[in-house]
């Protein structure tokens, strides 16, 4: 168990699973740089935030920019969104309004419609924590992509919140440790906003060298 002081962002999962110098980057070197991607993913989670607290439609009660806080992961963070499934089994009470209800977290994403393990993690640790808020089991919620207006359900089996979990103790350690890994450059640089402070590839050359010239 975690104490509030111990509590580490969910999002430094998504980041970890990414690329672990990244999240370190981030949360330890407090490193920070938008690029095309990052900008249309936060105007996209400004949107969500932007929208009233909480709609009814029919029988599913939306709630936007829900706080959440695992003390058995050591997490905290916001969902962009949460829908409320009215249910007849299994779901939680709501203060002041009857019947059950199921949680269901939808995670904004920019982009295509794809399925991104990152991105899954993220969702699954968002479900974790309101498992632990609320109590009951949440199946599953969704990630939503930006470029497609469409969403993509994800289920929380057990392979998955193993995988969560175990990413949370991996960041909790990494974080702890304070050493941020060394760049290794591959495909996904392409896409990571801090590539111009990373700089992978010289990171690399570097390495590379050092290693010659302490050999000879
Ligand atoms: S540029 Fe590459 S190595 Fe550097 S933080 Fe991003 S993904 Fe990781």
């Not at 104490?3 to 990244?22: K, N, W």
């Amino acid at each position: 168990m975690y104490s509030e002081d111990d509590l580490i962002p969910v999002s430094a999962l998504a980041d970890f699973t990414f690329c672990e110098r990244r999240a370190a980057l981030h949360f330890i070197e407090n490193v920070w740089e938008d690029n095309v991607f990052t900008a249309e993913g936060t105007i996209l989670h400004d949107r969500v935030d932007d929208a009233s607290a909480s709609e009814v439609r029919g029988n599913v009660r939306i709630t936007h920019s829900v706080w959440l806080r695992s003390l058995v992961l050591g997490l905290v963070g916001k969902a962009d969104v949460v829908e409320f499934h009215k249910t007849e089994a299994n779901g939680v009470k709501i203060e002041g309004i009857s019947g059950l209800w199921l949680p269901f977290p939808v995670e904004y994403k920019r982009g295509y419609l794809r399925h991104e393990l990152s991105f899954a993690i993220q969702l699954c640790a968002q479900a974790l924590c309101l498992e632990e808020m609320l109590g009951g089991n949440i199946p599953s919620g969704a990630i939503f992509y930006g470029k497609t207006r469409r969403r993509m359900d994800v289920t929380f089996d057990n392979t998955l919140r193993t995988k969560t979990q175990d990413t949370a103790k991996k960041v909790h350690e990494l974080f702890e440790s304070g050493i941020t890994p060394k760049a290794e450059y591959s495909k996904k640089c392409e896409k990571c906003s801090l590539v111009e402070l990373c700089l992978p590839k010289l990171s690399n050359k570097a390495s590379s060298y050092l290693l010659k010239v302490l050999e000879e």
